[in-house]
């Protein structure tokens, strides 16, 4: 992993973590993507605490420390527990989460390691549990928080570890 | 429907709503900003196409790269690139570090990563990878629709 970065934070700061970070040399893209990050916890259709979990499976795949190491208030606020986050482990099937919980996370794992291989056993299952929209929800979610760790990642200068920090939804 | 691309991706998205309308519109950005020349992402795309085995967004060509020629395009696909001197240097660092991008972002060695930045800057790395961050995101959600539709 790059332990250096690769790229300088924008000069000024303004507050706002995606702003102020490298994506904010990009200013052609930097507000709508600060705009859908935001609104991802604010969607119609699934919970701050399952989105949280799908966010926190993909951090820990792609072994972005940043992202594994935030717990969005809202999601905390929504019920997500520290247990609850210690189940988002390979072998979550077997623990002690909710059948719900569980398909959003078997979506993940889809996603992350075979998008091409969705057994129908899996598709029967999203589509028993899920509706169309909220499916697209989690969608759409997903491909975003694994589309900005990837991109901290490739930046560079990740840290080796960091503490669990709360934070709120960047405005 | 039929088989599903990045190109038709977000009619599957739209009942999400507003989310969905946000991601289209941020995944086309990725087309228009001037960091990088359109024909150059729609390279990327298409490498992150093969190296996904999506066949069908092989088959694609994004209209935002018209310009982009025949032979460069097939040498992509048949993956014969690297060798090629259609490449310039700078495509070829694209290139390069989509192969990386794609295998393992923590797989990224600085020098590649140096490379591009020393054809396209600072901005250009950060453009390519949010860029390769939406293109990949989105042939991965298209595979998916492709089985939940079929």
Redesign the interface.
């Known amino acids: 992993m790059g332990l250096i970065a690769r790229v300088s934070a924008p000069k000024q700061q303004t507050g706002n973590i995606i702003r102020d970070s490298a994506m904010g040399l990009v200013p052609e893209t930097v507000d709508e993507y600060a705009v859908l990050n935001k609104s991802l916890w604010t969607n119609d259709h699934i919970r701050p605490a399952i989105v949280e979990m799908v966010r926190l499976r993909n951090a820990r795949t792609v072994n972005c420390v940043f992202c594994k190491s935030v717990r969005y208030d809202v999601a905390k606020a929504d019920g997500l527990s520290e247990d609850k986050v210690d189940n988002i482990a390979d072998g979550f099937e077997d623990s002690s989460l909710t059948d719900v919980e569980k398909t959003a996370l078997a979506f993940t794992d889809a996603y992350l390691f075979d998008p091409k291989g969705v057994t129908p056993e899996l598709k029967a299952r999203l589509k028993a549990t899920f509706n169309e929209a909220e499916i697209a929800t989690l969608a759409v979610a997903l491909a975003t928080f694994n589309a900005s760790s990837r991109c901290a990642v490739s930046l560079g200068g990740m840290p080796e570890s960091l503490p669990v920090m709360e934070i709120s939804v960047p405005e | 429907m039929g088989t599903v691309t990045s190109f038709n991706l977000d009619a599957?998205?739209?009942?999400?709503?507003?989310?969905?309308t946000?991601?289209a519109?941020?995944s086309a950005?990725?087309w228009?900003?001037?960091?990088i020349p359109a024909e150059q992402i729609e390279l990327c795309r298409l490498a992150l196409a093969v190296m996904?085995?999506?066949t069908a967004e092989q088959a694609e060509r994004h209209p935002a790269a018209k310009a982009l020629s025949p032979a460069k395009a097939d040498a992509v696909l048949g993956e014969r690139w690297r060798g090629s001197d259609l490449f310039s240097p700078g495509e070829k660092a694209l290139l390069n570090f989509t192969e990386y991008?794609f295998m393992d972002?923590?797989s990224?060695p600085?020098e590649v990563?140096?490379e591009v930045?020393g054809h396209y800057q600072?901005?250009g790395?950060?453009?390519l990878?949010?860029a390769?961050?939406?293109i990949?995101?989105?042939?991965?959600?298209a595979?998916?629709?492709s089985?939940?539709t079929a």
């Open positions: 599957n998205l739209t009942p999400a709503g507003g989310i969905a946000m991601f519109e941020l950005k990725f228009e900003q001037p960091h996904h085995k999506a991008y972002p923590q990224i600085d990563a140096a930045v600072e901005k790395l950060v453009c990878v949010e390769l961050g939406f990949d995101s989105r042939i991965r959600l595979l998916i629709y089985t939940l």
